[in-house]
């Protein structure tokens, strides 16, 4: 008799442990990149570290009762308002989304956020979409990201160029919200400091063309011409008519133009350049680059902060039990910040427990994650210098 009741419990055991599995929901994350456009080239990168976070809660079977994560992916453009719209409507009406990593740009984030997200209260984190604007937007505390505002890279980028004696810039700009808001931070940061902008142009992404543009600039002179552009678009076509033309050849790259790209581009012609990118030398930054491996670049600006990104979706889900966006909104800041246990990547599954048994977690990640304020990163950066035709760290800031 002790032997059939045992052998009974053991069977309900098993066929609980079934149902449970079998109920547990797949949950959809939308993916919204650039996967063409002007950052084409730093989007699989960061694409691929979203990913590698979803397949490691989807591996540690924690999620939810065990939930598979599944991304779905879609391209923003970049730059093409209503494109990018339609394919969060549509993940969010046909493939049933329950957050979006994304967008990247700041533009269609924007118009993402009020087109989509909030109509259908949806969360969003941008792993990159950094104009201030965004930061007073209404969102119904549904947006987050993981890079910090420009309002804070404007600062830096001043005081970069201010410590290396370059009193004079000319300033062109990509003519978008984040270009226009980049520029309009970095020129109050730097006249404040005492630098002088000689001239601040705008300049169209798309052209074959910047002969213009470049003559327009070289007329006003500086010490260097700072590009607050894009590597895939008018940026890189804006420094190639300067080097042509021997208008300048030193300039300072926001990270709009950071990437392998830029190398490839211009290799050693830009020789002494500076710029700088979010990033830190947190102990994240290693943990990171371990786990990917070989797998993809770790290193490419905004990769560590896509992963990161989609970690804080999926640890805001289990906090709150549910992956209902109204649900879990209110837990992101939570498991971003202190009081908790820190959480590094490749610690995905261990956070996820910590968050069942009914613990805190504080959510470090690849790019030393604290959220302030409207739900945006305290900021870091890395400054950077082109020696050899390579993009080079100088230091953190």
Not at 12 to 21: D, E, P, Q, T, V
């Amino acid at each position: 008799m002790k032997k059939l009741m045992l052998a009974t419990a053991a069977t309900a055991l098993m066929s609980g442990a079934a149902f449970a599995a079998s109920h547990a929901q797949d949950v959809k994350i939308g993916i919204i990149l650039g996967f063409t456009g002007p950052i084409e080239s730093l989007t699989p990168s960061m694409a691929a570290g979203a990913e590698l976070a979803m397949k490691e809660v989807t591996d540690s079977a924690m999620l939810l009762g065990g939930s598979k994560v599944v991304p779905v992916r879609g391209d923003s453009t970049c730059i093409d308002s209503g494109a990018a719209t339609a394919v969060a409507e549509r993940q969010v009406t046909a493939d049933g989304i329950k957050g979006i990593m994304g967008a990247d740009c700041s533009g269609v984030t924007g118009a993402i956020l009020a087109n989509v997200a909030v109509p259908n209260g949806i969360v969003m984190i941008s792993p990159s979409a950094t104009s201030p604007g965004l930061s007073t937007a209404e969102d119904n505390g549904l947006f987050f990201r993981t890079a910090p505002s420009d309002a804070r890279q404007g600062q830096v980028m001043s005081d970069i160029l201010m410590e290396q004696g370059i009193k004079s810039v000319a300033l062109t700009y990509t003519n978008n919200d984040y270009g226009k808001g980049l520029a309009d931070s970095f020129q109050a940061a730097y006249e404040a400091a005492g630098g002088k902008i000689t001239i601040s142009a705008a300049h169209e992404d798309g052209k074959a063309d910047y002969s213009a543009e470049v003559a327009s600039l070289a007329s006003a002179g500086g010490d260097r011409l700072v590009v607050a552009g894009y590597v895939d678009q008018g940026g890189s076509g804006i420094v190639r008519a300067a080097l042509d033309t021997g208008a300048f050849d030193t300039f300072h790259f926001p990270d709009g133009m950071v990437s392998a790209k830029l190398e490839e581009n211009f290799g050693t012609e830009i020789n002494g350049s500076t710029g700088q990118n979010p990033g830190t030398d947190s102990p994240g930054v290693a943990k990171f680059a371990k786990l990917v491996g070989g797998a993809f670049d770790a290193t490419s600006p905004f990769t560590p902060e896509s992963y990161d990104a989609a970690a804080l979706i999926m640890l805001a889900m289990q906090a709150a039990g549910s992956s209902d966006p109204a649900e879990y909104k209110t837990k992101v800041m939570d498991v971003a910040n202190a009081p908790g246990e820190e959480i590094y990547p490749g610690e995905l599954a261990k956070a996820l427990k910590i968050l069942k048994d009914g613990g805190d977690v504080d959510y470090v990640g690849a790019s030393a994650v604290e959220l302030i304020g409207p739900g945006e990163s305290a900021g870091n950066y890395r400054e950077l210098v082109i020696k050899d035709g390579k993009i080079t760290t100088v230091k953190y800031r």
